[in-house]
């Protein structure tokens, strides 16, 4: 019987149909997508502490609303997110839980700091680039919860990498100060952006079981090489550089190679220890245990309200 | 903590007058007044509409999926419920 199921479930997913929270489904594809979707929850929301340290020295109201604007866009994100991990049947407490407890992760991207407002450039190009990337072909992932969010997630984060590569832009059309503080942004953030892409596919053990479930479309490397093309030609717009001196393009791949990955580096803070990790950690916990009473208060009010509403119509 | 967990809301947004409301997705609100003002601000950011539901998802009842076959069975062999069934000569306008 479990047999059939199976062999029904991945006939639909070879026809590119998608799953549903109602449908049949084996138990890995379940706990592997709970993983992901939750992971990638946590990031957006973990992902507005660097932005947020910024919106007031925005340098000026433009500026200040549009970055309002990108970190009220993560938080949506996170929501449509997490209620679509719910549809699994985990609960949102229990993915807070898991992040809190540091169980559950998310992307090491955001366990760097942003020491200038370069940075904030910096963010919207490479690390919003990278993530649009990765998040495209998310669009046609199988289970549909995930991919519905996935098309309403990539929508608006266009504009949020729009609005990076302006931001450096202007910067380096600047002074020279200016300009060195965008390079600057640029050499701290290219290679932890780079690394967003996770392992390489042959130390990414999981990749071939997520591809034929069609909840991953492209490895690893594959998506990295995109983006690696792709900025090498935008950096020259900006009249700045990546800060790989291994950057050179061949004509015989079409691809631009590139420099080694100090995976070191990316274990490490995946690990927890990064330069960020546990503020960021903290300041997570720390708003949910200080907003303990918000969520309390709110029960207790529409408890309220509800009983009067009998009475009135008793 | 568990026990103060707001429960699940399910969220219909009219894009626009005229069309019908349809599934956005979901939120956790205390009650249908916090429900409507988070889905302003989850669902609606960008002008997305001009009308929103809100219904506790656990008084949504659905179909069974495994019971799909069975359910629109009814309906699979009546083409003729379609107006492209019928072969008319080509002389005849405007039908």
């Known amino acids: ?314 | 903590m568990s026990n103060t967990e707001w429960p699940l809301w399910e969220v219909f947004i009219r894009s626009k007058q005229g069309l019908d409301h349809k599934h956005a997705g979901s939120l956790h609100a205390a009650d249908a007044q916090m429900a409507i003002e988070n889905a302003r601000d989850v669902y609606t950011r960008r002008m997305e509409g001009v009308s929103i539901w809100v219904v506790e998802s656990k008084y949504i009842h659905a179909s069974n999926p495994t019971e799909a076959g069975e359910l629109y069975d009814p309906a699979n062999d009546k083409a003729y419920r379609h107006p492209t069934f019928y072969n008319l000569p080509d002389e005849v306008k405007h039908m």
């Open chain 1, 1 to 314: 019987m479990e047999k059939d199921f199976s062999e029904i479930f991945q006939s639909k997913i070879d026809e590119e149909l998608k799953i549903e929270p109602k449908d049949w489904m084996p138990e890995k594809y379940r706990q592997t997508l709970i993983r992901q979707i939750s992971q990638h929850a946590h990031s957006e929301i973990v992902g507005m502490l660097p932005e947020g340290n910024w919106i007031s020295r925005a340098p000026s109201l433009r500026r200040k609303a549009i970055l309002l604007a990108k970190v009220q866009d993560e938080a949506g994100h996170g929501l449509y997110l997490y209620s679509a991990a719910e549809t699994l049947g985990i609960t949102r407490d229990e993915m807070y839980e898991q992040l809190h407890s540091g169980k559950a992760k998310y992307s090491s991207i955001f366990n760097y700091p942003t020491l200038s407002w370069a940075d904030i450039g910096a963010i919207g190009w490479l690390v919003d680039g990278a993530a649009i990337m990765n998040q495209v072909p998310l669009c046609r992932s199988s289970y549909g919860p995930y991919a519905r969010a996935m098309v309403r997630i990539c929508k608006e984060e266009s504009f949020h990498q729009r609005q990076g590569f302006e931001i450096l832009l202007t910067l380096s059309k600047g002074t020279e100060a200016q300009k060195r503080m965008a390079q600057d942004a640029i050499n701290r953030w290219w290679w932890p952006s780079v690394m967003m892409f996770g392992p390489k596919d042959d130390e990414s053990p999981n990749t071939i079981q997520s591809m034929q479930w069609k909840i991953k479309r492209f490895t690893n490397d594959e998506l990295r090489q995109k983006f690696i093309d792709v900025c090498a030609e935008q950096v020259k717009v900006l009249g700045l550089a990546l800060p790989d001196p291994d950057l050179k393009w061949n004509e015989e791949r079409k691809h631009y190679d590139f420099g080694k990955i100090n995976w070191e580096e990316f274990w490490q803070v995946v690990q927890g220890n990064g330069p960020c990790n546990k503020q960021r950690l903290e300041a997570r916990k720390k708003a949910w245990e200080e907003g303990a009473w918000v969520r309390e208060a709110a029960v207790a009010y529409a408890e309220k309200r509800k009983q009067k509403e009998s009475l009135h119509a008793a």
